[in-house]
Nanobody
């Protein structure tokens, strides 16, 4: 059984930055793709970014690809989501998730990820 825990959320002004962390435990951290998703108020959960098992392959939603970066440190069992130039549309609960069935291909559907963290709130004020 794998556990994922997000941290790093908070309140930030528009134009600011935050770095979210996702720490996994309970199994081989390297055994899958890690994705970040978010759920904005009144909206469905959506894909934000993902990184392959090796860390060499990345994928981003169009809405964030010029502002967010994603990296993983397998030695620390941690994936980081660096969020820059935040705007009010980025306000959401952010979740990390594990897709253990893929090592390279990064899925964007919620249903492709079988383990989830509890989420961390990000609020961007204008």
């Amino acid at each position: 059984q794998v556990q994922l825990a997000e941290s790093g959320g908070g309140l930030v002004q528009a134009g600011g930055s935050l770095r979210l962390s996702c720490v996994t435990s309970g199994r081989d951290f390297g055994a899958g793709v890690i994705g970040w998703f978010r759920q904005r108020p009144g909206k469905e959960r959506e894909f934000v970014a993902g990184v392959s098992r090796s860390g060499f392959s990345r994928r981003f939603a169009d809405s964030v690809k010029d502002r967010f970066t994603i990296n993983r440190d397998n030695a620390k069992n941690t994936v980081y989501l660096q969020m820059n130039n935040l705007n009010t549309e980025d306000t959401a609960v952010y979740y990390c998730a594990l897709d253990s069935r893929n090592y390279l291909s990064i899925a964007v559907s919620v249903g492709d990820y079988e383990s989830w963290g509890q989420g961390t709130q990000v609020t961007v004020s204008s």
